[in-house]
């Protein structure tokens, strides 16, 4: 345990791109500097300058700058240490400084007897003037929490925030390139003002995180609405669960950090690292690839999942969500890359399915299954969404050689063909936990390979090449980060004209909408296609089909009951040209929003199948249709045998297979609910239910004018009483009867508190 020391200076490294004398990339924390990589960071230990503990008492009110936070309990004890700090600090109020930089922001706060923990400038530069282990004065106590600045770490972020509701906006006096926002109603009051940089969101992203992994009490979410707006009131009360606040939602007279702030976008750089794009396709624009790490707001997230969409879209290759060429249902999309382009877990998850074998006459039946279970709704429900993500068609690989291995063995393409990081299957051999009978296998006779694929349990049957189920819990079950190298694209397509492609789905039993309301919050983001109960894969949802036939056949056809009836089907060039060149963009934009429920094209339940084998046994099926294949006479060699031959190595998602990932029925039908996945991956990230469940409440007009009328009565017995008032950021929110004061003058106000000797050392 390490104690709370006092400041000494330290030897001084500056941070890349960072020329501000004295910045280091380190934040104190119970007196010990922890790095904060990329950011600029000027502390108090580098620049005593910034530091509010060495300002003594004051001139305001009595106390210091700077207190002792305590842990409170049967034994009320100080602070010392970071593990004391962990167990006391769970918040983090975000005020606006209101003034032109961050040396205004502490010059004010100083006269004004506050402190803060953070001030972020105009620029992203980091000031620390407080321990992150000691208690600023930066905030009052709310009616749903007592002693918040015991517990809570204030940020100060650079912003002239003044109010130009009413009037014509100025032009921005502020540095740095700031978007004028909307009026919004903020504490019965509407408001308008600038916003904040790029640079500033960057570094505030950054800063949270960190103190984050420091103080596991902190939870990275702010006060939002049912509809996932944010909350722009008082809140009611206090949830464990929301560890950053405005100063708005503390007090009634308080507006920031104003209608300028995009808490969407600080949520969505929060989250940010949950998810993962499976390939980094190019942005068109910057020519980088695209990264869930770099998409900040509404605008930039829409832009990213178009590359995607119109990547397969335009592509003229087939493999559309929701149907196929030939008017088949496609539970996914193709995305095409390289050969061996590295495929990545979309979301956390764990691998429960997988097969790794020599590719057959339509190339690469071999894939990755990840199972996933997001928390819905109040975490004491404990109601969980399970989904599974698909990757199809994967490049294979050598079970018995790492990624390591590879790279010590060298040659051209050697890592390509290394076990995936999920499995480093090497290294259990070599414990001895897996392929006991391994040096057998090269003198045993070489068994044919079976017309179906077979099922088999761990490690061992991947490495046969059969569809090898894998645990989904306990030690051995094989968890993937989001962002990890599950495998490589592979290839398939028809013999001799093979070309690389990914084939990514995204699927779930019906189970899933006991959990996720789409009639609520949801609907917005979904909608149903009517299920089809067929076997036979072929589409038959009317309202789908007349939604992609050309205009002028939806024109021609009345709906009538007796449409599919009439042997009207759609044809390959209608599908690809509802998706490269739709009469009606909006209506395959749509499409990407459907979620349709239909036999998978993977299960057993495929209705030719049935058609050549009325068994209901999987292994008499297999029999059935070899002793077909392999019988004297014209059906040995019929197409439809040959096709079928060609396409059963695909088929792996039997009622054994379904049983063990979760998705088997009674009885077994094949039938899945399916999403597009870049779709479902972008509503995950941004939109799911963890983030637009209801998690705060903000007070009516009625209870803030109340709270106003309690809060000047208690702010002159405090005046009368010589006492401290909340004033941090100064008095420049007006309440509901007050005309808005002139900007200008507002901060011609602050502005003009006179500077002390000595007391500021500029660094211009």
Same mark, same amino acid.
């Given at each position: 345990m390490t104690q709370l020391r006092d400041p000494v200076l330290q030897p001084v490294v500056l941070t890349p791109e960072c020329a501000i004398p004295r910045a280091q990339g380190t934040l104190i924390v119970a007196g010990q500097r922890i790095e904060l990589e990329g950011q600029c960071i000027v502390t108090f230990l580098d620049d005593p300058d910034w530091d509010f503990s060495r300002l003594g008492e004051p001139p305001t009110r009595p106390g210091k700058y700077v207190e002792v936070r305590h842990v409170e309990g049967e034994v009320r004890r100080e602070v010392q240490t970071l593990p004391d700090a962990q167990e006391v600090v769970d918040m983090v109020v975000l005020h606006s400084d209101i003034t032109s930089d961050s040396r205004q922001c502490f010059q004010i706060l100083k006269q004004r007897g506050f402190s803060t923990h953070f001030m972020i400038d105009w620029d992203g530069t980091i000031y620390q003037g407080t321990d992150v282990a000691r208690m600023a004065i930066h905030a009052a106590s709310p009616d749903f929490r007592k002693n918040v600045n015991n517990v809570s770490i204030g940020i100060d972020i650079n912003c002239p925030q003044v109010n130009h509701a009413g009037g014509q906006a100025p032009a921005a006096s502020a540095r740095g390139e700031r978007r004028m926002s909307e009026t919004i109603e903020i504490n019965t009051v509407q408001w308008q003002s600038w916003g904040y940089t790029d640079a500033q969101y960057r570094a505030l992203i950054a800063l949270l995180k960190k103190l984050a992994s420091l103080l596991p009490k902190l939870k990275l979410m702010a006060p939002l609405a049912e509809d996932n707006s944010p909350i722009w009131s008082v809140v009611e009360k206090h949830d464990p669960d929301i560890g950053i606040y405005g100063h708005l939602h503390l007090t009634a007279e308080k507006f920031d950090p104003g209608p300028g702030f995009d808490w969407h976008r600080l949520i969505y750089g929060l989250t940010e690292e949950t998810n993962h794009f499976p390939l980094a396709l190019v942005d068109p624009r910057t020519r980088k690839p695209l990264e869930l790490a770099g998409l900040q707001g509404d605008a930039e997230v829409d832009a990213a999942a178009r590359v995607y969409f119109l990547h397969t879209e335009l592509a003229g290759k087939g493999g559309y969500y929701p149907i196929g060429l030939s008017g088949q249902w496609h539970g996914g999309v193709h995305l095409f890359a390289a050969r061996g382009t590295e495929v990545r877990a979309m979301t956390d998850g764990v691998v429960v399915a997988a097969r790794n074998a020599a590719p057959g006459p339509l190339g690469s039946a071999n894939f990755v299954l990840l199972r996933h279970e997001v928390l819905f709704g109040d975490p004491q429900d404990a109601r969980r969404f399970v989904f599974y993500s698909l990757y199809m068609h994967l490049l294979h690989f050598d079970p018995e050689r790492d990624a390591t291995d590879a790279e010590k063995q060298g040659g051209k393409h050697t890592d390509e063909f290394a076990a995936p990081q999920w499995l480093t299957l090497s290294k259990q051999v070599a414990n001895g936990q897996a392929g006991a009978d391994q040096d057998d296998e090269d003198d045993a006779p070489k068994r044919q390979q079976p017309l179906l694929p077979v099922v088999g349990e761990g490690i061992d049957a991947l490495r046969r090449g059969e569809v090898a189920l894998l645990p989904a819990e306990g030690p051995d079950a094989r968890r993937v980060a989001a962002g990890t190298v599950i495998g490589r694209v592979g290839e398939m397509g028809d013999e001799d004209d093979w070309e690389p492609v990914l084939h990514l789905e995204v699927f779930?039993?019906?189970?899933?909408?006991?959990?996720?309301? %789409?009639?609520?919050?949801?609907?917005?983001?979904?909608?149903?296609?009517?299920?089809?109960?067929?076997?036979? %894969?072929l589409v038959d949802s009317e309202s789908l089909l007349r939604q992609v036939l050309p205009t002028v056949d939806r024109q021609k056809l009345a709906p009538d009951p007796t449409f599919l009836g009439r042997g009207r089907r759609i044809r390959p060039d209608e599908v690809e040209s509802f998706y490269r060149e739709p009469d009606d963009p909006e209506l395959r934009d749509r499409l990407r929003l459907a979620i349709t429920r239909h036999v998978s094209e993977w299960s057993d339940q495929v209705d030719w199948l049935k058609l050549l084998a009325n068994a209901q046994d999987w292994d008499d099926k297999a029999k059935q249709l070899r002793d077909l294949l392999e019988a004297d006479g014209s059906?040995?060699?019929?197409?439809?045998?040959?096709?079928?031959?060609?396409? %059963?190595?695909?088929?792996?998602?039997?009622?054994?297979?379904?049983?063990?990932?979760?998705?088997?029925?009674?009885?077994?039908?094949?039938? %899945?609910?399916?999403?597009?996945?870049?779709?479902f991956l972008i509503w995950l990230t941004f939109h799911s239910n963890t983030r637009a469940r209801e998690l705060a409440r903000g007070k009516s007009k009625r209870e803030i004018a109340k709270d106003r009328a309690q809060a000047a009565k208690k702010a002159e017995a405090a005046r009368l009483a010589g006492e401290w008032e909340d004033d941090h950021g100064g008095d420049v929110a007006p309440t509901a009867l007050e005309e808005v004061a002139n900007p200008s003058q507002i901060l011609q106000d602050l502005w003009d508190v006179p500077s002390q000797p000595g007391e500021w050392r500029r660094m211009d």
């Open positions: 779930a039993n019906s189970q899933w909408r006991n959990i996720v309301d %789409l009639l609520g919050v949801h609907g917005r983001y979904w909608y149903d296609v009517e299920a089809d109960g067929d076997d036979n %894969l059906l040995r060699h019929a197409l439809f045998a040959r096709q079928i031959a060609r396409q %059963l190595p695909f088929v792996w998602l039997t009622q054994e297979v379904a049983k063990h990932i979760g998705v088997a029925g009674e009885p077994w039908d094949g039938i %899945l609910d399916h999403f597009h996945p870049i779709h």
